[in-house]
């Protein structure tokens, strides 16, 4: 068990820039989640798949965020026109097939939009 | 999802037993109570779940409420390891809303 992991830690852009973060879930989770992270707030849920699957987006998720993951192994979340309002700590769980079992969270992607 | 009300922040001494108060006077039937807990610089992690009766694991043991109104999440013996930010979350599993909502938790500050 290697952990949930993302890619990259740190990502800093100019506003208007795309950015694509990836996350590598447990290898045997079939559940991956996307919540993102501002300075003292709890994670805020983005989006949500089961295998390939997107079965849940919250309204938070604006037209200029897609989310993919496209063999229901890894996932992509891209960016695209940023804004500075962008500028949070991406984070991304994964957990098995039991509906009632434990997230475990990667250590997050900090985007920083200048 | 139902919502939880926690203390912003509490203070304990090390190596004394921690306390940490949730309300959920909301709370339904199906409604799991889930703990977690966010270190610095990292992505929160599980500490512990419950439905109706209390529960120990080896990080914490959780104390519900008989009318399940509320719960105490307790850390035996806490170290300065356990600062963090500690979230409780009702989880309704029942209707395939599997996802997690988090409220903005408990900052827990351990004095040596």
């Known amino acids: 068990d290697t952990g949930v992991s993302q890619d990259p830690r740190h990502k800093i852009t100019k506003r208007g820039q795309n950015v694509t973060f990836r996350c590598d879930p447990i290898s045997e989770h079939n559940r991956l989640y996307w919540y993102r992270q501002t300075l003292g707030q709890g994670p805020e849920f983005l989006t949500y798949f089961q295998n390939e699957a997107q079965l849940e987006k919250s309204r938070l998720l604006s037209d200029r965020f897609s989310a993919e993951r496209p063999k229901g192994s890894f996932s992509t979340l891209e960016i695209q026109r940023t804004e500075q309002g962008d500028s949070a700590m991406y984070l991304c769980?994964?957990?098995?097939?039991?509906?009632?079992?434990?997230?475990?969270f990667g250590s997050g992607t900090q985007l920083s939009v200048l | 999802d139902a919502k939880t009300t926690q203390p912003n922040s509490m203070e304990s001494n090390e190596e004394e037993p921690v306390h940490l108060p949730c309300n959920h006077s909301t709370i339904s039937g199906t409604d799991y109570i889930h703990w977690y807990r966010q270190l610095p610089s990292q992505g929160p992690e599980y500490v512990i779940h419950g439905l109706t009766s209390n529960v120990n694991n080896r990080m914490a043991s959780l104390a519900i409420a008989e009318d399940r109104k509320s719960s105490t999440l307790i850390l035996h013996r806490a170290t300065l390891r356990d600062a963090a930010v500690y979230y409780c979350i009702l989880r309704d599993v029942d209707f395939g809303n599997e996802k997690l909502t988090f409220g903005t938790g408990t900052r827990l500050t351990i004095i040596p």
């Open positions: 769980a994964s957990s098995s097939r039991d509906p009632n079992e434990k997230l475990f």
